[in-house]
Nanobody, 118 residues
Framework: QVQLVESGGGLVQAGGSLRLSCAAS????????MGWYRQAPGAQRELVAT???????NYVDSVKGRFTVSRDNAKNTVYLQMNSLKPEDTAVYYC????????????WGQGTQVTVSS
């Protein structure tokens, strides 16, 4: 099964920034709605941001104005730029590629840990 490759997580102090990356195969990337999810310990997985093949974006209210999702078609990669990070942003962040051809769950990355300290 096609896997998404994530990177960019780490430890950062509150107010700092991180940029997450998610690389996919070109055939998947060109037809997929790409999404970023996060899951804090003991919590449900939450949809954070999405970007369509045409570049239209959506964000959960809690990250609006702080996070930016973008895509680089030449690199078949989607990014999540996270600024003004807060301790409540601490979670494992996952990349997802969705299209009806992929089935209901789509494709998922392995997750990357983001830890924000106060």
């Amino acid at each position: 099964q096609v896997q998404l490759v994530e990177s960019g997580g780490g430890l950062v102090q509150a107010g700092g920034s991180l940029r997450l990356s998610c690389a996919a195969s070109g055939s998947i990337f060109r037809i997929a709605i790409m999404g970023w999810y996060r899951q804090a310990p003991g919590a449900q997985r939450e949809l954070v941001a999405t970007i369509t093949t045409g570049g239209s974006t959506n964000y959960v209210d809690s990250v609006k104005g702080r996070f930016t999702v973008s895509r680089d078609n030449a690199k078949n990669t989607v990014y999540l730029q996270m600024n003004s990070l807060k301790p409540e942003d601490t979670a494992v962040y996952y990349c997802n590629a969705k299209n009806p051809l992929f089935g209901a769950r789509g494709y998922w990355g392995q997750g990357t840990q983001v830890t924000v300290s106060s």
